[in-house]
């Protein structure tokens, strides 16, 4: 599986298949005495909400609409993240936040964070990892946000349960 380890990241040693209580075979460095659960990269993905307007991105250069996101830094907890990466890409403050809904994206090996964000005001100033931004209302964000994305499966789940 992606993100397995077959050696100790450690010291390099080839792990060997040990029985953990509960939790299955889990690979097992014998030189370190150290198990390596399944890793993988964890990123937040943001509604970003002033009043009844959310706001969307363009990025890499591509020509439809995505949440803000961007993955967490060691020690970082995701709702420090999600203030930090927001303040790195639009220069906006965060009023207040709340996690709504978690999922496993396989494609990049990533657990995604989806967070409701509220900003202190609308005035975005975009760095240059963005290419380009707009405010929705909620109705023309379901119809703006990227078809089968897994953004427009947290941009529904908000618009269902938390709008
Ligand atoms: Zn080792």
Request: one cysteine or more; a negative charge.
């Amino acid at each position: 599986m992606k993100g397995d380890y077959l050696y100790c990241p450690n010291c390099g040693l080839k792990l060997e298949l040990e029985e953990v209580k509960d939790e299955g075979l889990i690979p097992y460095c014998k030189n370190c005495n150290e198990y390596y659960f399944p890793h993988f990269n964890v990123a937040i993905s943001m509604i970003v909400r002033f009043k009844e307007e959310v706001l969307f991105i363009k990025q890499y250069g591509k020509d439809f609409y995505i949440l803000v996101a961007g993955y967490l830094k060691r020690g970082e907890s995701a709702e420090e993240a999600a203030i930090r990466e927001l303040k790195e890409e639009t220069n906006l403050d965060v009023s207040s936040l709340k996690i709504l809904k978690t999922k496993y994206f396989s494609k990049t090996n990533t657990l995604m964070i989806n967070i409701l964000v509220d900003v202190t005001n609308k005035d975005v100033k975009l760095n240059y990892e963005v290419d380009g931004y707009k405010w929705f209302n909620y109705i023309d964000g379901l119809n703006n946000i990227k078809e089968g994305s897994l953004a427009k499966e947290f941009y529904l789940n908000f618009y269902d349960n938390y709008r």
